[in-house]
């Protein structure tokens, strides 16, 4: 990429405001926020109370991460003390919201975690059988405190005990604790999102604000699994407490290229400002419209697209939800950032990366229109194509997904309109007359980052566009 993307991001905080005044097809365009939205600045009690609870981590991020590079900005600095980079001690160096990097060799003796002995199986045991205050107390008997923070067998059943006794202090000192990850990465990934979301539950229910909000924001930025969807509950809480979302996700997304583990967020926090998308954030998405980063540009073409809506008489009911599934609502916005908006989205779709084509189809489903409706037309006859992964057990079926086909086919559902995507599972020549004349992008990575920890799905479009995150948890 020619350039960095904190470089070509670093100045969207500047630009983003309660109103931003735009020249556009040489015309002003005036646009308002939305007041069914929170603003990304607060002047509340609760707002102030974060930024007097993190003053000391926000001036010295920079000396805890012994950063050496450019100065950091306000904005990275809150994103930096909000998710805990620069103080939380169980965050992983490398893969920043991971605790997956305990060592059970150093455990001396007795304490190391090896092999399952008769204390864990008496503590699971009776986890099992919900004898809580029995898990303590074969704990607290037969294993010490850094056996029970180290062994995964033991960080849930001794710290969900704990709760449902009620001493979250403890429990939290049992979750926020780094663990051996084993030989399985897989069991290690989902282990330390069930611990992230114990150490979240313990900190809250013990008041502990800082560790709350770090650990929310570590699940809203790295919700996990299969389909990793906006995390509401965690989204929820955060703004109800006073933090400034927008400015931590902005603040993610302007961060210099490893500090704290945050550039491997770009794409969820480019994924989550889709999810909050207003008009004042509308300087932001023509901003990363001009990214060479692909995917951070399809985040901006549906965010586009999305505040670019205009309802029509012909519209299917819920049929947003096949596309985009948050409210939808007309802004103001004039004809000129209108015009500009379109432009991206035909720019997009007459690109050579299908993800952006994908993009392009999400956003002119939204805008709606004629020219929005030919458009979709087009792109329900496009070549590229995925193919799954042979199947174990010699069959030689495969199924064959057409992402932007199926994307515009959605988008057409708002007419009541459909057409033939060409998906399906085939073998044999069949499977060869489906691929004959498409384009095979399975594997088509060009202009995507190569650390991403984490994505997140806004749309059910996404799976068809998802990349592989980072191969290690550690």
Not at 32 to 54: C, K, N, Q
Not at 361 to 374: F, H, K, P, T, V
Not at 447 to 472: G, K, T
Request: proline share 5%; charged share 25%.
């Amino acid at each position: 990429m020619a350039m960095p993307i904190q470089k070509s991001t670093r100045r969207i905080s500047s630009l983003v405001c309660s109103f931003v005044v735009m020249m556009a097809g040489g015309c002003l365009v005036r646009v308002w926020a939305s007041p069914g939205r929170r603003a990304s600045y607060r002047t509340s009690s609760d707002a102030a109370e974060i930024e007097r609870l993190f003053r000391d981590d926000i001036q010295q991020a920079a000396v805890r991460l012994k950063w050496r590079g450019e100065p950091l900005n306000a904005d990275t600095a809150y994103a930096l003390a909000l998710t805990g980079a620069s103080w939380e001690p169980a965050w992983g160096k490398i893969h920043l919201f991971s605790m997956a990097w305990g060592d059970s060799r150093k455990l001396v003796g007795p304490e190391r975690a090896g092999a399952r002995s008769e204390s864990v199986d008496a503590v699971t045991a009776a986890f099992a059988e919900h004898r809580y205050s029995d898990v303590t107390a074969l704990a607290d008997r037969n294993l010490s405190a850094s056996r029970i923070a180290c062994d995964p067998a033991l960080k849930e059943p001794v710290g969900r005990s704990l709760l449902a006794l009620g001493h979250p202090d403890q429990a939290f000192d049992v979750f926020a604790s780094p663990f051996d990850p084993g030989r399985s990465r897989e069991q290690a990934v989902e282990e330390n999102l069930r611990f992230r979301w114990g150490a979240f539950e313990a900190a809250r229910r013990s008041g502990r604000l800082r560790e709350s909000i770090a650990f929310a924001a570590s699940l809203l930025l790295e919700p996990g699994g299969q389909r990793p969807e906006v995390n509401r509950e965690c989204l929820a809480y955060l703004e109800g407490v006073g933090v400034d979302l927008d400015r931590l996700l902005i603040g993610v997304l302007q961060a210099p290229e490893h500090l704290g583990g945050l550039s491997g967020y770009y794409y969820a926090s480019a994924s989550l400002l889709v999810y909050r998308a207003s008009p004042r954030l509308i300087p932001l998405f023509f901003h990363l419209c001009r990214s060479e980063d692909v995917y951070l540009r399809s985040r901006a073409v549906i965010a586009l697209g999305l505040l670019a809506y205009e309802p029509d008489a012909r519209d299917w009911p819920g049929w947003e939800r096949r596309v985009l599934p948050v409210p939808v609502r007309r802004y103001g916005l004039s004809t000129g950032a209108r015009e500009m908006i379109s432009r991206e989205i035909n720019a997009a779709a007459a690109s050579d990366r299908y993800r952006l084509r994908v993009a392009a189809a999400i956003a002119a489903s939204l805008a709606g229109g004629e020219d929005s409706l030919n458009l979709l037309r087009k792109l329900a006859l496009d070549r590229a194509y995925i193919l799954s992964a042979p199947r174990a057990g010699g069959s030689r079926a495969r199924q064959i997904v057409f992402p932007v086909r199926v994307a515009a086919n959605a988008g057409l559902a708002r007419y009541s309109r459909d057409a033939e995507t060409g998906n399906g599972e085939f073998s044999g020549r069949a499977l060869q007359q489906a691929r004959r004349g498409g384009e095979d992008v399975t594997n088509d990575r060009r202009d995507l980052r190569n650390d991403v920890a984490s994505q997140v799905f806004v749309s059910p479009l996404d799976a068809d566009m998802a990349i592989p995150v980072e191969a290690s948890m550690r």
